[in-house]
């Protein structure tokens, strides 16, 4: 019944709040503070499970491996506050880079930043590329493609770091280690 829930976690749950995520940035240029609370929420009640399954010293979920993961979203919020302290990056996409963080522990992080960094850069140069191009007349109805096209707009970054995280997860550590 755990190793259930565990696998649940990781291949439905997550995957899912990462999309949801992206989806909220993309439609409202925004990310709700309860999506990243409940991905680390979410984080404790997985490494419970796993350390309450028994199989959490196999896998590296100790004490120490939970620092570890702690370590990273730490690092990940603290790089996030000064991007957002210097106007690059919104609040909430500080947060949600935590949280990511967070599930993909270190042993990941700098590899998910360098991924969530290209992709942000190729979201922002297709976003600059569409901003120079009229919205046919149609779909002016639709507020979110309005914002996203509107030249004065940010860019919703949360779309790059959850598609970071999805590309990531599969071949991290706890999937792994978890599935084998």
Do not use: C
Not at 107 to 122: P, Q
Request: glycine letters at 12%; aromatic letters at 10%; zero cysteines.
């Amino acid at each position: 019944m755990l190793a259930v829930a565990i696998d649940l976690i990781l291949i439905a749950v997550l995957p899912a709040l990462l999309v949801g995520v992206a989806a909220w940035d993309l439609m409202s240029f925004t990310i709700p503070n309860i999506l990243p609370a409940i991905m680390v929420l979410l984080f404790f009640v997985f490494a419970a499970l796993v350390l309450v399954s028994g199989h959490g010293p196999g896998i590296g979920m100790t004490l120490s491996g939970i620092g570890s993961h702690l370590a990273s979203a730490i690092v990940a919020l603290a790089a996030g506050m000064a991007l957002f302290a210097l106007g690059y990056v919104g609040g909430g996409d500080a947060k949600f880079y935590a949280a990511a963080s967070l599930w993909l522990g270190w042993d990941s992080f700098f590899e998910y930043t360098l991924y969530a960094s290209l992709l942000g850069g190729g979201l922002t140069l297709t976003l600059l590329a569409l901003r120079r191009i009229p919205l046919p007349a149609m779909l002016h109805g639709q507020g979110w493609l309005l914002r996203l096209v509107d030249r004065d707009a940010g860019v919703p970054y949360g779309i790059a770091l959850a598609a970071a995280a999805l590309f990531m997860l599969p071949d991290s550590d706890l999937i792994h280690l978890v599935g084998g």
